[in-house]
């Protein structure tokens, strides 16, 4: 009856508990003989209980088995059931590992939190809390099982609240699809306390993974949000083609196109536009940063004003030499001229000036009627193309 309750409560299987108590038996008798070298043997009835003893094939009978023996067998039982629960807690926790459990804080200890978890206790580091968490003693909590030791003194179970896991074993819970497989979550991506993106696609064409996510109203992902005291979560369609999942990846800004670069390497390039470039960047980098652990592609993000001043400038280098020009006049273009920046050769070419010798052919005030031509630009100009006397003259 005994070694039933014990199997009960501790979860100790009877096979064990009486090996146990054949060890200390084993160990008490070895004291009664006074030769901790001698064989002994024990035997045990399981049905009747009865306690056989034998040295050298002779059944051991001696009225010296009393309260020593008794008190050193005790201690071995003890110390053999205590292992025996460790291992039990060990294997219940190992085989929970890499998913949620709830606890109760009941201890601080140098910045880390002690969580009684009911058989045993797990510590969650200040490492792996999330910089929104504040907890007091006695609060219940939930956490992710990060890692299961052992120990000397038992197991030691390692939680965590930053681990990216942990978003994704919330979403398990709140989310009926993914936890039936229909649903499932392909990527997550994660700077703890401030924003999470994760990637989700859907097996059954009739179910909008995202939809299924968000839940009526965002009710599913508040559940989460609430979990993680606030933390702002985007969820993005997973797909195989690179640049559709770059595109979703970098919500909520909106991308113009992407170029794949290198795809050994794993780099694209995204070209954006200029109002969308700081939200597709975000605050420090961060919602590049983790839209690029989320596809596990190297992001270059590029503004289309950027583009074209580039291309300019590519164009520009191509072009013949300011002094050259000078010289040739015909067929330069104006961006070789010193004083025309980009923007004063766009507004040049609109109003008709392209060449030095479209230049050359006009007066000061056509000149002077471009946009963004004052009067010290324009000398700059007449000076570069040699023209500022002969043009004084005619306009005189």
């Not at 039982?77 to 205590?82: E, M, N």
């Not at 991308?255 to 975000?282: F, N, R, W, Y």
Request: neutral net charge; aromatic residues 4%.
């Amino acid at each position: 009856m005994v070694l039933e309750n014990i199997e009960r409560e501790k979860g100790i299987s009877r096979k064990v508990l009486i090996e146990s108590v054949e060890a200390a038996l084993v160990s008490a008798a070895k004291k009664v003989l006074h030769d901790k070298d001698k064989d002994v043997e024990v035997k045990i009835d399981v049905e009747s209980g009865k306690i056989r003893i034998y040295s050298d094939g002779k059944e051991i009978v001696s009225n010296e088995f009393g309260r020593i023996a008794a008190q050193t067998a005790k201690q071995v039982i003890f110390q053999k059931i205590r292992e025996a629960e460790r291992d039990v807690i060990f294997n219940e926790f190992n085989q929970k590992s890499d998913s949620i459990t709830s606890g109760t804080v009941y201890r601080f200890d140098k910045g880390a939190l002690l969580v009684d978890l009911g058989k045993t206790e797990g510590i969650l580091p200040k490492r792996e809390m999330s910089p929104r968490d504040s907890y007091r003693q006695g609060d219940t909590i939930r956490a992710y099982i990060l890692e299961v030791n052992k120990t000397a003194k038992g197991p030691q179970i390692i939680l965590s609240r930053s681990h990216s896991g942990f978003v994704k074993r919330l979403f398990e819970l709140e989310v009926p699809e993914i936890a039936d497989g229909v649903v499932e979550i392909r990527s997550v991506s994660r700077e703890p306390g401030d924003r999470t993106k994760i990637a989700v696609c859907s097996k059954n064409e009739k179910i909008d993974c995202v939809g299924a996510c968000v839940g009526i109203r965002g009710s599913r992902v508040k559940g989460v949000v609430k979990e993680l005291q606030g933390e702002k979560i985007d969820i993005v369609r997973w797909s195989d083609d690179v640049e559709e999942f770059v595109k979703a990846a970098l919500s909520p800004a909106e991308v113009s196109s992407v170029k794949i670069l290198d795809p050994q390497e794993k780099k694209v390039e995204v070209i954006v536009g200029d109002d969308q470039l700081s939200l597709a960047i975000g605050k420090n980098g961060q919602n590049v940063r983790l839209a690029s652990k989320l596809t596990g592609w190297s992001i270059d993000i590029r503004s289309k004003k950027d583009i074209a001043k580039e291309k300019l400038e590519s164009q520009l280098a191509t072009e013949i030499p300011p002094a050259v020009a000078a010289e040739t006049g015909e067929g330069a273009l104006i961006q070789s001229v010193e004083g025309i920046g980009p923007k004063t050769a766009e507004a040049m070419a609109a109003a008709g000036f392209k060449t030095l010798e479209d230049l050359k052919k006009a007066s000061r005030e056509e000149l002077l009627a471009v946009k963004g031509i004052g009067e010290k630009t324009l000398e700059k100009i007449l000076k570069a193309i040699g023209s500022s006397e002969g043009k004084d003259k005619e306009a005189e």
